[in-house]
């Protein structure tokens, strides 16, 4: 059975920072690209940032470039988001999502599996 658990998520002031991590069980991760996404009250789910399986290479949506960095450790069957300098806008529940792809992308069909999510408020 494939469980993707994300955890990490919590209430910071706005400039802080937070780190989400992506546990994945029952598959091999190596095989696996990985995506973030966030979905705020009343909002459509979006993605946020990926990481592909085959080279790492990782994207992010215009709002969180410069502020947010994904990396992946297949060692760990983990994949880490690191949110710096997060504004109020960025509280939302984040999912993180598994596709079985070389490369990653921010629709969701891309992806096979899904976490259930954590919750991050930005807020003073």
């Known amino acids: 059975q494939v469980q993707l658990v994300e955890s990490g998520g919590g209430l910071v002031q706005p400039g802080g920072s937070l780190r989400l991590s992506c546990q994945v069980s029952g598959l091999v991760l190596d095989y696996y690209a990985v995506g973030w996404f966030r979905q705020a009250p009343g909002k459509e789910r979006e993605g946020v940032s990926c990481?592909?399986?085959?080279?790492?290479?990782?994207y992010h949506t215009d709002s969180v470039k410069g502020r947010f960095t994904v990396s992946r450790d297949n060692g760990k069957n983990t994949v880490y988001l690191q949110m710096n300098s997060l504004e109020p806008e960025d509280t939302a529940v984040y999912h993180c999502?598994?596709?079985?792809?070389?490369?990653?992308?921010?629709?969701?069909?891309?992806?096979?599996?899904w976490g259930q999510g954590t919750q991050v408020t930005v807020s003073s």
């Open positions: 990481i592909s399986n085959s080279d790492g290479r990782t």
């Open positions: 999502a598994a596709g079985l792809s070389w490369t990653c992308g921010f629709e969701d069909h891309d992806y096979n599996y």
